[in-house]
């Protein structure tokens, strides 16, 4: 085998298995008909990569994720080259080898499954998506996961950690005809493929395959294969209150700027919705901050409820437009924020 490539793909490759697994595992790479291969398995998650790029010998190998964190110190191109049982990464400086045991490695190859349902997402769609809602995740090692509804007229994206909810619903969403969930661990990786990708391909389709054991995800030159999340998905929709006629409407940046300067006393704030103008209270001992963001909406009443401020500023950086609205029933209630196709819920809290 003897292929060349940008290191940058080498490095997006050896970033997305390593999150998948351990650092001593290994890649099956491939080179075939100007594209080389990249296959990689552990447990019930698998994931392969497929390049572009000029290839000179056709041929199968192994690269180790532990010696491949040699490549952070590369740059540009690099060659592949060996056989089955030896792989040379090289550079105009830098060479290194790994010995295997042809014997020794587990055939690594995407597993067969029957899949129940085929569907297929616009790109633009599926990336705005998970972009929109991959905050309400909570922190790194929950067991949250992303819903997905589809309908014939529309896509819903939807994440909750207990604190938080975001929706995104591109169309609308009347009775599903297809759901899915996918694990919190695989969503890094799907944020983090080449921006560059959804411009060429932004009239392009992911192809979604699932069943009740496993779910194939592939767009463009990148497939992933992982177990279908067992828990079930919250009630999102007991507490999603319908759009209310009555609302404050803020500019989503001057909220955000003035907002920031509240972290550094207090993340947990106590904040009102007043006639004409959002008001948050920042209290830590003796030192106080309160910002004032005026909306071009008024309310009858006022009503003030604890809230986490980190929340807070995750649901207003993903709004899609220049203005949201929010609503709160009472103190006791979520703080709706939404705008365009975007709803957002932030828990109250008790201060």
């Known amino acids: ?31 075939a008909d100007s594209k080389m291969t990249f296959q990689f398995k552990t447990g019930q998650y698998f994931y392969k990569r497929e390049v572009s ?39 105009e400086d830098i060479s290194f080898r790994e010995d295997w045991d042809p014997s020794e490695v587990k055939e690594i190859q995407e597993p067969s499954e029957y899949w129940d349902n085929e569907i297929t997402i616009p790109i633009p769609i599926f990336s705005k998506g998970l972009q929109t809602v991959a905050h309400a995740l909570g922190d790194e090692g929950t067991l949250e996961n992303v819903l997905v509804n589809i309908s014939d007229d529309g896509f819903e994206f939807v994440t909750t950690d207990g604190h938080q909810c975001a929706i995104y619903l591109e169309g609308t969403i009347t009775e599903p005809v297809a759901s899915f969930k996918i694990p919190r661990k695989l969503i ?31 767009w463009g030159e990148h497939t992933f294969v992982f177990p279908t999340p067992k828990f079930p998905f919250p009630p999102y929709k007991a507490i999603l209150p319908p759009r209310q006629k009555e609302y404050l409407e803020i500019d989503v940046q001057n909220a955000i700027d003035k907002l920031k300067k509240l972290s ?20 830590e001992g003796p030192t106080k901050a309160k910002v004032q963001i005026p909306s071009t909406k008024t309310l009858s009443n006022s009503v003030s ?15 899609p437009d220049r203005t949201c609205r929010l609503t709160i029933a009472n103190s006791y209630s979520p703080l709706h924020i939404y705008s365009g196709e975007a709803d957002f819920l932030v828990m109250p809290l008790r201060l």
């Open 188 to 218: 890094p990786l799907l944020l983090t493929v080449d921006e560059d990708l959804f411009d060429w391909m932004s009239d392009q389709e992911v192809n979604i395959k699932f069943s009740d054991f496993k779910i194939r995800i592939v």
């Open 53 to 91: 790029c000029p290839v000179r010998e056709i041929g199968d190998s192994f690269l180790s994720l532990s010696r491949a964190k040699q490549i952070s110190t590369l740059s540009g191109t690099v060659i592949l080259e060996g056989d089955l049982t030896n792989l040379t990464l090289s550079d």
């Open 264 to 283: 550094s006393v207090n993340v947990q704030v106590r904040a009102t919705l007043q006639q004409d103008v959002f008001e948050v209270l920042a209290a």
């Open 1 to 31: 085998m003897n292929a060349s490539l940008p290191i940058s793909v080498l490095k997006e490759i050896k970033f997305n298995c390593t999150r998948l697994g351990k650092s001593d595992q290994v890649i099956k790479v491939s080179a």
């Open 305 to 319: 409820f604890g809230i986490n401020l980190k929340f807070l500023l995750a649901a207003l950086s993903q709004i």
